[in-house]
């Protein structure tokens, strides 16, 4: 593993840095009372390459690596955390699956027109009554005999469903095969058959639009179907592996802009006669925030780096997100800690952090679901 970065790799990094600090950050505390939709900031992330980024410039991205992605994310989400959840969702759950399983027409068809960010993509695999257990899901999609299906069914918690144009969705087309009775569909969202339900009102990453969707006699065609029928399960564990990394990097972007306002504010903030940050107590906690958030840097660089040399990143994946994630928690706790009061006002930006960062613990697989995947990868047990 190469420890420095290309000029590609700090180039995007460099524009991304640039969007997020003029154009995202100072919405931030707009979009997070208001919990409106960023639509012209996630325009102008697509029109700089940041909605498709390890996409392929023949279909609408920016053609470049997963290490790329990490970079970029990271300043995205520690401008804002809403943005860069939207983000992730275009780049990977929406698009990987496409990109690995989906045809050279669907490719051109579904993917150009999320990955330049002028559409919004999203990604159903969640259900009422199922999470974290996604093989218990209940859609439906029954095979009629003109080779179309009969979707039925609700999915839950679709993070952009309020304003996606399409959706790759995950239905049970044989219900007694459990996992392997799964296919992935692309949805139009502007089709008879398809409903939204209410959007979710949120603790935190309150400009990313949550919903409920629901499927009434929603008709897909055969060319609709993403891999082989029954490859469903399969195309969204794959997913969320790559999700995973995403998710990591954005709870890097969120913990490094906590402890970033923590490190001026030690400097300034007096008390006893003397700077906060001189005090053990505070330094010990600095050290700390340091040392969590450079290991989920290198964790999650390490995670992408093998998933551009084509290896299998499933274990390191999760080891990411879990280490980023729980980190990302703490990190905010402690610097709305340090500030005291002014970090429980929202005067500053810490308690929205703090409220943010805890959905990396809870989306794309919970802490638990990731021990889980570490400990079946290290194990080979059930
Ligand atoms: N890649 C490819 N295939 C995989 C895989 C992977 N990473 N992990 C498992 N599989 C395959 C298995 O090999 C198995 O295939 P066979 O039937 O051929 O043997 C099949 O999938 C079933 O695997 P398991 O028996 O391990 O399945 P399980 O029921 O025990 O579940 C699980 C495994 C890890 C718990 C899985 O259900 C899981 O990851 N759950 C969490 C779901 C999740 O992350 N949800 C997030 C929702 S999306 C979201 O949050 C998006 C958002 O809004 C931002």
Redesign the pocket.
């Known amino acids: 593993m190469d420890f420095g970065y290309t000029e590609e790799q700090l180039m995007i990094q460099d524009v991304a840095r640039r969007i997020a600090q003029e154009k995202i950050a100072p919405s931030a505390e707009h979009f997070d009372r208001t919990g409106e939709f960023p639509l012209e900031n996630i325009q102008l992330l697509g029109q700089n390459g940041l909605m498709g980024i390890e996409v392929p410039e023949q279909y609408g991205g920016a053609g470049m690596d997963p290490i790329s992605y990490v970079l970029a994310m990271i300043e995205v989400a520690a401008g804002d955390a809403a943005h860069s959840?939207i983000m992730?969702?275009n780049n990977s759950?929406y698009c990987t699956g496409l990109l690995k399983f989906a045809t050279e027409e669907q490719k051109q068809r579904y993917v150009r027109a999320i990955a330049d960010g002028s559409q919004i993509g999203?990604?159903a695999?969640?259900e009422p009554q199922s999470?974290?257990?996604?093989?218990a899901m209940r859609c439906r999609a029954v095979r009629q005999a003109d080779g179309s299906f009969v979707i039925n069914g609700k999915k839950s918690?679709?993070?952009s469903g309020p304003v996606a144009k399409y959706i790759v969705l995950f239905a049970m087309t044989a219900p007694d095969r459990?996992?392997?009775g799964v296919t992935a569909f692309v949805i139009d969202t502007d089709r008879d058959g398809f409903h939204r339900g209410k959007t979710e009102p949120k603790l935190g990453i309150r400009a990313s639009a949550?919903c409920e969707i629901e499927f009434a006699d929603y008709v897909a065609q055969p060319a609709e179907v993403i891999g082989a029928e029954g490859e469903g399960?399969?195309i969204?564990?794959?997913v969320?592996?790559a999700?995973r990394i995403g998710?990591a990097s954005q709870a890097i972007g969120i913990a490094r802009a906590a402890y970033e306002r923590t490190i001026e504010y030690v400097k300034e903030r007096k008390a006893f006669g003397a700077p906060i940050g001189s005090f053990q107590m505070t330094q010990a906690k600095i050290a700390d925030m340091k040392c969590k958030l450079d290991a989920s840097l290198m964790l999650t660089l390490r995670a992408a780096w093998l998933k551009g040399q084509g290896s299998k990143f499933?274990t390191e994946a999760s080891i990411a997100k879990l280490t980023a994630s729980e980190a990302a928690m703490w990190i905010t706790h402690q610097a709305v800690q340090i500030h005291g009061g002014m970090g429980y006002s929202k005067e500053m930006p810490l308690e929205r952090y703090f409220r943010d960062a805890k959905i990396t613990e809870?989306?794309?697989?919970?802490s638990e679901?990731q021990r889980?995947?570490i400990a079946?990868g290290e194990t080979g047990l059930?």
């Open positions: 959840t992730s969702v759950l999203a990604f695999l969640t999470g974290s257990d996604a093989t918690w679709i993070t459990g996992a392997r949550t399960f399969k969204a564990m794959g969320l592996d999700g998710i499933s809870i989306y794309e697989g919970t679901i889980l995947v079946r059930r």
